[in-house]
Structure formats: structure tokens, C-alpha cells
């Protein structure tokens, strides 16, 4: 069959993945890409540049040229409503293709994207097995059986719905990221983004691990697993090959949780790819070793959510156990082995006290991170976060069923849903003074106080912020802002010559043909199902980017 993806913004793991399997059963996979230049659902929304660069129509014409058999979607709670359009549109186009939904969206409220018109298929949870099964039933006709994590609207317009299975333990029996979907949208040289991980051992309370880790159904299976180092250094060196990398980003929610794969890997990634690197961790899993072996092997930055500085609140609202203490111990240890540190800090939070925020300045001043990345609290459906604040009046009914359309998602640098509106210049003043502090000589930064900013209007802060980021991030030559920009000048000119009807080149051009050699290649891996039997309950299992999971 034909399979198009539609993406949104950025390049997608779970799509990568989900495309290698696809390939492997032998269907034919496109993509329907839009970068959503100034309305991108991360950091940039400028509504008028936003509509002079809308690319909507050429996605419809790539899906109509394409003639897809299945369009398949992974939708976070900001992209759902676009993505819900292009399907609509599309499901208008060739009423019988089979439109599938997955990602966070849609495994948070399954049962409401699948009431949706356009909607025939709803994965809920990790979809790499159950996305196989529903490929069988479309090719197949047979919509008799239900499939493991899925819901889906048989011909007669009868919901059936599959178990929730467990978590695959084995990552390495499945292949690796087919990334050629890629090469024309993305510059995949720049930060090549990968997982050596899925899962993650905390549950704060904001965040889609929260529910997401409940999924596995009645099978008591590990949500915290790791591929083998030789598989994911098999990934790497051929992506070495083709890509001629440049930097190495690990997506995993927490690089460094497992202290005795990590020794082995980097002391093997420093030999067999020596390729500069970056990736996430937490407070409680960096310590002396973690931080030298990370700076042996090339690891140049390493991003940490710190998100408040208040222990109590931390502690009771957002399941977050570490202290201050601990934190400031790793940021020294980081600036003694030179690993850069790039933090990320929450305004809005809510209960949070306002002193919060002048803990959290004295904090980073003593010892300033590379960047201080901030966030504005932004609610999801599915999380505990979101049903406190229904239960303490700091969301209405209406808004929360608004959230579950995606009809409020808010952009990272928006703060619509401030529950106290009068303390927003006053979070606009701090960001103002976190964006300023990592380029604050040691001298002034006790005199860089947030009411020397709060007087300003919120707008004035915002754009000093957002200038001072820009200029700090270029000056220092930080890999996302080199790539975020390198990204939006590609697709920029890009967007021109589609206009012009010239020809457009690719944003990375392979310089090899072959494809990842990892294990999990034998089509024996899943077991086939023979119309009208049960479907399996193997564990299925999805790679993450952001919080975009299919």
C-alpha cells in the first residue's frame, strides 16, 4: 500500500521508526511536510509572516500527487487541529483513504479524536506493532478483530477496540530510524536527533509521562528500557556515513539513568564515532563520573529541567524530589569538567509562590548555566497537572474540554492561561533577567534584579528577552540557534522557489546509499496474524521527538 505521513514543524523519531517498519512488510511510505515557518509550535509565532509563508495548499497538492492508501498522523495537543484539517481536507479529496491518528493527543483522549468525522483509526500509546496490524486490516478489508492499542471504526460504524499491550523490552529486535523520509525537509548533518532510550523513571506532574506511562495495560512490563550499545552505535556509524555529522543530540528523556551502560557506551562512542554531542539529563543521575565520562567522549551540552526553586512546592505539586543543594553541586562539577549547561526554568506554575522566582535568580547567579531556556506553564489533557487545576477552580470545564480539542494549546512563549494575570510582568521581568544572566560579567550580576524590569511593559521584556537569547545563543555559536536558523533560511527559500515553480534542491544529500544495518530487519520479528485470528498481545513501542509520539 501507500502510506504518507503528515508532519509538522520538525523531524519526527516515531515517524522514522514507524517508516522502517512500513518499508520492511514492503508498502511504499512518502511524507506531506510543512515546516510551519512562523507558527511553528515551539518557539516563533508572528501571524502575519505566518500567513505570507502558509504552506497548507502545497501539502494538500503533495497528498493529492501521492495518492495515499493510509495518511497517517502523530499529533501533540498543538498540532492536533492542523493536522485534524489536513485529514478533513484530504478524507474530502479520496473519501476512501484510511486516516490513522497517534501520538500524545490523541493516546490522552483516544475515544474523542476517534469521534472525529475524517478519523478511521485512533493508536493509543507505543504504536510500532499495533501500526503493522492496522496496515494487515486496510489491506486486508478484514475490520472484524480488534488490534492491541488501537481504536477504530469498523465499516458498519461499530467502535472496536484492542487491549492496551506492554511495553516491548527488547528495543534492539526492531530496526532502526529510516531517516531518507527526511533528507529533503530537514538538514540532518546539522544536530542529527536520535534515542537510545524510551521511557523515563519520574512522573512530574506537567508532563505527558505522567499518564503515558500508565498505558501498558494489565501487562507488567518496564517503561524505563534501553537499546544494546552496539545497536545504537550501529545506528550511529552508519549515519556518520551518510549524513557527515556534525553534532549528535540524544532525545532521551534521561541519557544518563543507567550508569553502567552509559561507562560502556561513551567509552566506545569516543573511539568508534568521536562526533561532538549533546543531551538531556536530571540532577538525581549526574554525579562526578557521570559528568567526566560525558566530557571524554565529546559531549559539549547538557540540557537539565530545573523548572523551580521552591523544594516544598516542587515536592508536593510537581513530583519533583531533588534540592537546590544538589543542583548547584552538578552545575559546578559541569563548569569544572566544561560541560556546558542549559537549564530549563517554568513560569506560571501554579500554587507556585511568587518568591520562587527570586530563589531561583540567586541560584543560577552563583553559578550561571550556558542558557537558561524558559517556559511558560502550559496545560495538557491527561495529566495530573491539568485535573488540579480544574479541581482548584484555576481551569473551568469548558477550558479543559477545549484542551482536549487542542483548540488551546498554547505556544512555549505564550502565557494566555496565567492563572494570576497581575503577576505576568512580573515573570516577564525574570525571564528578562534569566535570558541576561549567562552573559552577565560576574561583578553586575547582583545588581541584574527583577524590579529594574517589571516596570516595563510585558511586550518590551518579551522582545528583550527573546533579543537577548538570540544574540547569546549566536555569539556563543549554540548549535540550536545555528540549526533553528539554517532551518527557517532553507525553508524560506524553499517556499520561494515552489512559488516560482523552480526546482528545489534537498536539505541534506546522502553521501551513501545504504540503509541502517541494525537488527530487527527479519520480518520474523512480529508474527503474522491470519484473518480473523486475535491479534497478538506483544508490547508495543514508539520513539520520541518533543512530545510528538506515534
Same mark, same amino acid.
Request: aromatic residues 12%; contains cysteine; charged residues 25%.
Given at each position: ?7 509538522? *514543524?520538525?523531524?519526527?523519531?516515531? =515517524? ?7 518499508? @520492511? ?17 515551539? /518557539? ?31 499529533? +501533540? ?25 497517534? *501520538? ?23 504504536? $510500532? ?5 492496522? #496496515? ?72 505527558? /509521562? /505522567? ?28 549515519? @556518520? ?45 549526574? $554525579?562526578?563520573? =557521570? ?6 567522549? *565529546? ?21 519533583? !524530589? ?18 556546558? #549547561?542549559?537549564? $530549563? ?84 521581568? !525574570? ?5 541576561? #544572566? ?13 524590579? @529594574? ?38 525553508? +524560506? ?58
Amino acid at each position: 500500500m501507500r502510506i504518507t505521513f503528515v508532519a509538522l *514543524g520538525w523531524e519526527q523519531l516515531s =515517524v522514522s521508526l514507524l517508516t522502517a517498519l512500513a518499508k @520492511r512488510d514492503g508498502h511504499e511510505v512518502s511524507l506531506a511536510f510543512s515546516p510551519g515557518l512562523f507558527h511553528d509550535r515551539y /518557539n516563533l509565532h508572528v501571524p502575519f509572516l505566518a500567513n505570507l509563508f502558509d504552506d497548507r495548499d502545497h501539502v494538500l497538492h503533495t497528498i493529492a500527487k501521492q495518492k495515499p492508501d493510509v495518511l497517517a498522523f502523530s499529533a +501533540m495537543t498543538a498540532t492536533y487541529q492542523w493536522m485534524l484539517g489536513i485529514a478533513r481536507d484530504a478524507k474530502r479529496m479520496d473519501p476512501n483513504v484510511k486516516v490513522l491518528f497517534g *501520538g500524545v493527543h490523541a493516546s490522552a483522549v483516544p475515544d474523542r479524536v476517534l469521534q472525529q468525522e475524517p478519523v478511521d483509526f485512533v493508536c493509543v500509546g507505543e504504536g $510500532d506493532l499495533a501500526f503493522r496490524f492496522i #496496515l494487515q486490516a486496510i489491506a486486508r478489508k478484514n475490520f472484524s478483530s480488534p488490534i492491541p492499542n488501537t481504536r477504530y471504526k469498523s465499516p458498519d460504524g461499530k467502535i472496536i477496540q484492542g487491549s492496551q499491550s506492554g511495553f516491548i523490552q527488547d528495543l534492539d529486535s526492531l530496526p532502526g530510524f529510516d531517516k531518507s523520509l527526511w533528507e529533503e525537509y530537514i538538514r540532518l548533518g546539522d544536530i542529527y536527533f536520535t534515542m537510545a532510550s524510551r521511557g523515563c523513571p519520574f512522573r512530574c506532574t506537567y508532563c505527558f /509521562n /505522567n499518564f503515558y506511562s500508565q498505558l501498558g495495560g494489565a501487562h507488567k512490563t518496564k517503561y524505563v528500557r534501553q537499546r544494546s550499545a552496539e545497536h545504537m552505535l550501529q545506528e550511529l556509524r552508519h549515519a @556518520r556515513r551518510r549524513y557527515n555529522l556534525r553534532l549528535v543530540e540524544f532525545e532521551d528523556d534521561i541519557f544518563t539513568f543507567n550508569k553502567p551502560w552509559l561507562k560502556g557506551f561513551l567509552s566506545r562512542y569516543k573511539k568508534e564515532i568521536g562526533i561532538p554531542f549533546q543531551c538531556l539529563s536530571h540532577p538525581s543521575f549526574m $554525579d562526578d563520573d =557521570v559528568i567526566r565520562w560525558l566530557s571524554e567522549a *565529546g559531549c559539549r551540552f547538557v540540557q537539565m529541567g530545573i523548572q523551580s526553586a521552591d523544594e516544598n512546592f516542587k515536592n508536593q505539586v510537581i513530583k519533583r !524530589y531533588e534540592k537546590n543543594r544538589q543542583i548547584e553541586t552538578v552545575m559546578e562539577t559541569m563548569r569544572k569538567f566544561h560541560v556546558e #549547561l542549559k537549564v $530549563d526554568h517554568m513560569f506560571g506554575l501554579p500554587g507556585e509562590p511568587l518568591a520562587a522566582q527570586e530563589s531561583a535568580r540567586e541560584l543560577y547567579a552563583r553559578t550561571p548555566p550556558y542558557r537558561i531556556q524558559t517556559f511558560w506553564m502550559n496545560y495538557f489533557p491527561g495529566t495530573e497537572m491539568t485535573e488540579y487545576a480544574l479541581s482548584n477552580g484555576l481551569l473551568s470545564s469548558a477550558e479543559v474540554e477545549n484542551l482536549k480539542d487542542g483548540k488551546q494549546a498554547d505556544f512555549y512563549r505564550d502565557s494566555s492561561k496565567m492563572t494570576v494575570p497581575r503577576n505576568r510582568n512580573l515573570y516577564a521581568a !525574570y525571564e528578562t533577567v534569566f535570558k541576561l #544572566l549567562p552573559m552577565t560579567p560576574p561583578g553586575l550580576r547582583k545588581h541584574l534584579q527583577a524590579r @529594574r524590569f517589571q516596570k516595563l511593559p510585558k511586550f518590551l521584556n518579551s522582545g528583550i528577552s527573546f533579543m537577548a537569547d538570540i544574540i547569546s545563543g549566536l555569539w556563543n555559536k549554540n548549535p540550536d540557534h545555528a540549526g533553528y536558523a539554517k532551518y527557517y533560511l532553507h525553508h +524560506m527559500i524553499r517556499f520561494v522557489l515552489l512559488k516560482c515553480g523552480r526546482p528545489v534542491p534537498p536539505a541534506t544529500r546522502a553521501r551513501c546509499e545504504d540503509s541502517f544495518p541494525g537488527r530487527g530487519t527479519d520480518s520474523q520479528s512480529f508474527p503474522e496474524r491470519g484473518a480473523g485470528q486475535p491479534a497478538p498481545s506483544e508490547p508495543a513501542l514508539v520513539f520520541r521527538k518533543g512530545n510528538s509520539i506515534l
